[in-house]
């Protein structure tokens, strides 16, 4: 590692103590704001809020013309749960066997860390920018999601304001730093299922219609269903059964009716449609009266492997790790299926992320100062630093 790269790494594990010393239990800040923002604003960078209700958050712009990257991130973090179940004080950052240790270290502010490195010593190395180069840090990603980075792309879209990459730094990688580069997230849609049969005596069936075993073998089916693989190598449409319930308050009643919770996380580009589809059919089979209702979830995004943003993120990583990433729309939700009102590509990219919301959740301080080379290097390859 250079003189360099050992500096920028050492100033992002300095910036990651202070900001896991700070309890910013969603919504609050807690004082992580106020870090960021003196970070940017000795780089240049000219801040500003755009709060809403108990929700800040911090948009900061080096440059000006064109919006060419955005660069988001949260600084809220999940509660750290039983104490006791910690080794250390979850609000005391540790190093231990060449981790840090503490609440956020991982998701995320990890990664808003290495931006923080990243994006202010571009911004020093930046003498003549073309287009502008952004940060879009919230409270309230772990919460509601609803007066976080959601309120301020509204704000910023009603301003006008348009860039052309997004890169968000969720703690994406899986197994190793850097074997995963997610370019889109699955959609959510759920489902509940009614099965409607006739209560009555246990003792005696014949007069009876029982719902449940009607409901198990539909929930058998619906758990086996498969999905095609999509041809970039993507994590495929899924489907699991979350709930099953039937109760006539007795134990020798059969129930009148049951109900399952069916959770589909859908492909980007698979019709949510199509499987409601699917589903309506697999009930009108059943043996008994039965219906459901759906209801979308997060909204699914797709920006693809191809994309430029996401070409520029694969060799950075590979780069840095040796080996090109594979391209994911796996885990859970992010703020990155709100940045498409504003931003035309968008992509995430992060840390290991197996100790989230755990206790003792950690991170590899040499993945931090990788974490902060792979992003310097996204943003020098979107918006060279010698350009104009």
């Known amino acids: 590692?250079?003189?360099?790269?050992?500096?920028?790494?050492?100033?992002?594990?300095?910036?990651?103590?202070?900001?896991?010393?700070?309890?910013?239990?969603?919504?609050?800040?807690?004082?992580?704001?106020?870090?960021?923002?003196?970070?940017?604003?000795?780089?240049?960078?000219?801040?500003?809020e755009i709060n809403r209700g108990a929700v800040r958050n911090l948009y900061a712009v080096h440059g000006e013309g064109e919006g060419l990257l955005l660069l988001c991130g949260h600084l809220d973090v999940v509660p750290?749960?039983?104490?006791?179940?910690?080794?250390?004080?979850?609000?005391?950052?540790?190093?231990?066997?060449?981790?840090?240790?503490?609440?956020?270290?991982?998701?995320?502010?990890?990664?808003?860390?290495?931006?923080?490195v990243a994006a202010t010593e571009h911004a020093?190395?930046?003498?003549?920018?073309?287009?502008?180069?952004?940060?879009?840090l919230t409270t309230d990603e772990e919460g509601e999601a609803v007066d976080g980075v959601r309120h301020a792309v509204e704000v910023l879209k009603e301003r006008g304001e348009k860039y052309r990459h997004a890169l968000v730094g969720e703690p994406s990688s899986a197994e190793r730093f850097g074997d995963l580069l997610r370019v889109g997230r699955r959609g959510s849609l759920t489902c509940r299922i009614k099965v409607e049969g006739k209560q009555g005596h246990a003792a005696y069936p014949q007069l009876c219609a029982n719902p449940v075993p009607a409901l198990a073998a539909l929930a058998a089916e619906i758990?086996?269903?498969?999905?095609?693989?999509?041809?970039?190598?993507?994590?495929?449409t899924s489907v699991q059964v979350v709930r099953l319930h039937a109760d006539a308050g007795a134990a020798n009643?059969?129930?009148?009716?049951?109900?399952?919770?069916?959770?589909?996380?859908?492909h980007p580009l698979d019709?949510?449609?199509?499987?409601?589809?699917?589903?309506?059919?697999?009930?009108?089979?059943?043996?008994?009266?039965?219906?459901?209702?759906?209801?979308?979830?997060?909204?699914?995004?797709?920006?693809?492997?191809?994309?430029?943003?996401?070409?520029?993120a694969a060799a950075a990583i590979e780069a840095a790790c040796g080996q090109p990433p594979r391209p994911s729309v796996g885990g859970g939700t992010s703020d990155g299926r709100f940045l498409g009102a504003v931003c035309a590509e968008v992509v995430e990219f992060g840390s290991v992320g197996r100790s989230m919301h755990m206790a003792n959740e950690h991170i590899e301080i040499a993945q931090l100062g990788q974490l902060a080379a792979v992003y310097r290097d996204v943003i020098d390859r979107i918006r060279p630093p010698a350009a104009g």
């Open 124 to 136: 020093a190395a930046a003498a003549k920018p073309a287009g502008r180069l952004a940060l879009l």
């Open 253 to 266: 009643v059969i129930p009148g009716t049951a109900e399952a919770t069916v959770n589909f996380r859908h």
């Open 271 to 312: 019709d949510p449609a199509a499987l409601r589809a699917r589903l309506d059919a697999a009930l009108a089979a059943a043996p008994l009266p039965a219906s459901c209702d759906c209801a979308p979830g997060a909204a699914p995004y797709h920006t693809g492997a191809a994309s430029e943003i996401g070409r520029a």
């Open 1 to 48: 590692m250079s003189a360099t790269a050992t500096a920028s790494a050492a100033r992002a594990l300095a910036l990651l103590k202070e900001l896991v010393s700070c309890p910013s239990l969603t919504p609050e800040s807690a004082g992580t704001i106020e870090i960021a923002r003196r970070e940017l604003e000795a780089a240049g960078f000219k801040t500003e």
């Open 223 to 236: 758990s086996g269903w498969e999905f095609a693989a999509p041809e970039d190598g993507t994590e495929a």
């Open 80 to 116: 750290p749960g039983d104490a006791a179940a910690w080794d250390t004080d979850p609000f005391e950052p540790v190093e231990k066997d060449g981790k840090l240790y503490g609440r956020g270290t991982t998701d995320m502010k990890g990664g808003v860390a290495a931006m923080l």
